[in-house]
């Protein structure tokens, strides 16, 4: 696995005063799950505490946008970060290594977006049609083909998450919804303007983490799998991270629309926490302590997708903790960001559960931290409760947030 984008190495600075008193971190993409500045802030904050020190090396196994990479540069420490999905990986590269003319990389999109396309022919995928137009569609195909004809790196990516930021709004599915739903009664819209508010928005998220980044302090984003990192033993002195929760996101599924305009494959097999062509296991499976109900009673073991999907990604975890056990030197902490949620009207013990999993891949010093989450949430604190889908006109779900936390 290379490093994609990585910055040359250079002499770390301190936290503080050395690194940024107050990092700054914008949204850059409709994303599931973002790591909120609140928890990674608390979770940098518990880590430091532990180390009695700031950590040397940041390794965020499950990087997502990179917005743990961004806080750590921001704060004077280097990072490595891992992620499976390769949207992940695109924002959080621009989020790293933004156009160096932000000026000049909104104008191209005005200038693009402004052109009348008028060919018929086009190689975009039917299903995508489908959701975003015949209209949209060729649009997106002449976006896609200036983007890739764009020979600067950083410009041509930040061109691409444009492109990426504007499906969804200019499609027909239900605006207010995380996870993808139609709604009857909306048209797909012209990309050209939605193209422009993202481009704009854009340009202000990285605006606004440029003057907080510390640039001489090493961050690296690598598009890999978090139960076999490409990194020697005892490498790292801290793993900051939000990990999946289960089988709540299906990280492909989410943006389907951007996998389906710049054909990317969908690996959902390969997520921990899928949901879907699992095959049943023969192979006696024990849950950890306070899931062994759900997974024998609720979820009746392999019988169902629901014990199936529990099975693989405890068993996923498993072989993370135990890859983050070589990577972690002795005296290095995790710190992970967690929540307990209410499925059934029954407590899902999501963070007890990793907990037991960090002592039996011989962690120790186990802390859990419940968060304060009344203003900010790592979680949507919303729910359609007739679907199950997270929308901002859901009724309140009962969500408990959480830091664990261990030591090697």
Known sequence: MAPLGAEPSATTRQWQPGGCKKPVLGWFHRYPARFHIDAIREAFAFARKRLDAPPSLVLDPFSGTGATLAFARQAGIPSYGIELTPLGVLIAQVRLWPPRDLDAALQMVEQLASVRVTRQVHRIAPDLVSWIGKANARSLAYLIEKAQEV???????????????????????????????????????????????????????????????????????????????????????????????????????????????????????????????????????????????????????????????????????????????????KGGVLVYALADSMRRGKRFALVEAVAEQMKAADFGHIRIKYRETSNQRILPSRRDVSTGRFSSKGRAVEIEEALVSARA
């Open 151 to 329: 020979a600067d790196a950083r410009l041509r990516r930040w061109l691409m998450l444009t492109i990426s930021s504007s499906l969804r709004p200019c499609s027909v599915w239900l605006s207010g919804s995380i996870k993808p739903q139609i709604d009857p009664n909306r048209a797909p819209s012209p990309l050209g303007e939605h193209l422009v508010r993202a481009a704009r928005q854009l340009k202000r998220d990285c605006e606004n983490e440029l003057r907080a980044h510390v640039r001489t302090v090493r961050a690296t984003i690598v598009r890999g799998d978090a139960r076999q990192v490409a990194l020697p033993d005892e490498a790292v002195d801290a793993v900051i991270t939000s990990p999946p929760y289960e089988c709540m996101y299906d990280y492909f599924d989410v943006h389907r629309l951007t996998y389906l305009a710049f054909g990317w494959k969908q690996e959902r097999e390969r997520q921990i926490g899928c949901s879907a062509k699992i095959a049943p296991d023969g192979v006696a499976f024990t849950p950890p302590q306070l899931m062994e109900s759900w997974y024998v009673k609720e979820f009746r073991r392999e019988e169902t997708i629901d014990g199936r999907a529990l099975r693989h990604y405890f068993d996923g975890m498993n072989t993370h903790f135990a890859e983050m056990r070589r990577v972690v030197r």
